[in-house]
């Protein structure tokens, strides 16, 4: 008699549906090899990104290549299908999945059936209705991102450099940040840096023509990582000549203007938007329970509330914090506890499926580090505050650590070697956005021929003109 093999479906191939993948694979070698189980990961993108190595990719201080992990090659026992989970149905155990091919055979999505669910799609930008913000804002989540605003800003100072407008010289080099987390503060710090030192090279532009602006709704930034070194940031941003707004909210940036809650307006060709994330959109279309905020209700052992057979971790999930000393606190949805989230959530699933019993997931929270720019940073780990050099170096060591494999580590260790001894790249890559636009113009229709009595130099009315 033949049995079928337990099919685990991982909805989203980001930190937490990696590493859970990665673990699950490890477990289940021996099952996976004799066909008893499979694992499917579904992702829009063949790569996971980590993220906080996103301000140093757009600073140039590390290559894009170097900051996605091919899934492929990490999950070689799993099966990756490139595509996105739009609904699940977990009381008949399908995911209604849409991929590359379903939109060119053009026969609609597809159903996938399951076992085990691991849902862990991630979160993307949480946007409000500020007008203009969908016309000029520009993201910052995605790798893809992080290198257009890169080349965004380079290219805003060569319309500087070369033009003889004012106007357009002042807002092209007005750059305006919203939102003060790790996101916003991390990569102004590391692109003023870079715009910084690529100013030297423009002959009629100096640093202190660059103007910065960080927009934050409430009364501090970097919130994680205490009020003492919220407060140390503000005042090395500042000495920076950087324009930190606190309880202060972008009202539009409506034709190229942006117009703050204190009745500033900054006329500017860069608005970069990143004031919070929301759970990714399938989550709302399931019929697992969720949270006044759009979270899947999750247990301490990383199972979804009330259901049998589903799990989740990270962005997506509201796991209740058993070493908080306030009763009720959820895990704080940074890959600190994802990370550990995922070992957790791996080895109960596969408890489950041998009968075994399962753990909780606890972990203090350690604290938290944040980079200012090169050689600058701040750091509240385990009750001790640092600032400058030593938590810049303590970011970098931390992230080292925690970069995906072997491989990454020692591709990223050599590229900062070598970033110390030679001088930055300040290449803007444009064109990398929209690679077809030269050989389209070159394609294209021939240009009209002009006529033959304008060729040959005769007036409008088609003759000489004479004395």
């Known amino acids: 008699m033949v049995t079928e093999p337990v099919r685990i479906l991982v909805v989203g191939g980001g930190y937490v549906g990696m590493y859970t993948a990665l673990h699950l694979q490890r477990h289940l070698k021996a099952e996976l090899r004799s066909g008893t189980a499979e694992i499917t990961v579904v992702t829009p993108d063949p790569y996971m990104t980590y993220q906080p190595f996103l301000p140093e990719a757009a600073a140039g201080n590390i290559s894009p290549r170097h900051v996605v992990v091919p899934l492929r090659r990490v999950l070689d026992k799993c099966r990756i299908v490139i595509g996105e989970a739009k609904a699940v149905d977990h009381a008949k155990r399908t995911a209604t999945i849409t991929t590359l091919a379903t939109e060119e055979e053009g026969a609609g999505p597809v159903q996938l059936s399951y076992d085990e669910l691991v849902i862990a799609p991630g979160s993307i930008s949480r946007t409000l209705p500020v007008p203009g913000l969908a016309d000029y804002g520009i993201g910052f989540k995605t790798v893809e991102e992080a290198i257009g605003l890169r080349n965004h800003v380079i290219e805003q100072m060569d319309i500087a450099s070369s033009t003889r407008d004012p106007a357009i010289r002042d807002a092209a080099l007005t750059f305006v940040f919203v939102g003060g987390g790790f996101a916003g503060v991390e990569a102004l710090g590391e692109l003023e840096d870079m715009a910084r030192y690529t100013a030297r090279y423009y002959h009629n532009i100096k640093p202190q023509d660059l103007k ?13 990582v205490g009020e003492e070194m919220g407060r140390y940031a503000v005042r090395e941003l500042r000495a920076r000549n950087i324009d930190v707004r606190l309880e202060t909210r972008l009202e539009s940036c409506e034709d190229r203007v942006a117009v ?20 990714a959109p399938v989550l709302a279309n399931t019929d697992l329970p969720l949270t006044e905020r759009g979270r899947l209700k999750c247990t301490a052992r990383l199972g979804v509330e009330g259901v049998e057979h589903a799990w989740s971790a990270g962005d997506a999930a509201a796991v209740p914090d058993i070493t908080a000393d306030e009763p009720g606190r959820e895990c704080a949805p940074n890959a600190q506890h994802a990370v550990r989230q995922t070992k957790v959530l791996a080895e109960n699933l596969v408890a489950s499926l041998q009968g075994r019993p399962l753990k909780d997931y606890a972990h203090k929270y350690a604290g938290s580090v944040a980079s200012l720019g090169l050689h600058k940073g701040v750091a509240h780990v385990y009750g001790r505050k640092l600032k400058g050099y030593p938590a810049w170096f303590m970011h970098r060591a931390y992230h080292l650590s925690r970069v995906p494999t072997f491989n990454r580590k020692a591709r990223v260790l050599a590229e900062w070697t070598l970033a110390g001894l030679f001088k930055r790249e300040i290449v803007s890559l ?15 229709p021939p240009p009209p021929e002009p006529d033959d009595e304008a060729s040959k130099g005769g007036t409008a009315d088609g003759g000489a003109k004479s004395d």
């Open 212 to 224: 910065w602006v960080l927009v934050e709704a409430s009364d501090r930034i970097l919130p994680e």
């Open 260 to 279: 703050l809650s204190d009745g500033s307006r900054f006329p500017t060709r860069t608005v970069v938007w990143t004031a919070g994330v929301k759970p």
């Open 430 to 444: 444009g064109s990398l956005e929209h690679p077809r636009a030269e050989f389209e113009l070159a394609a294209g």
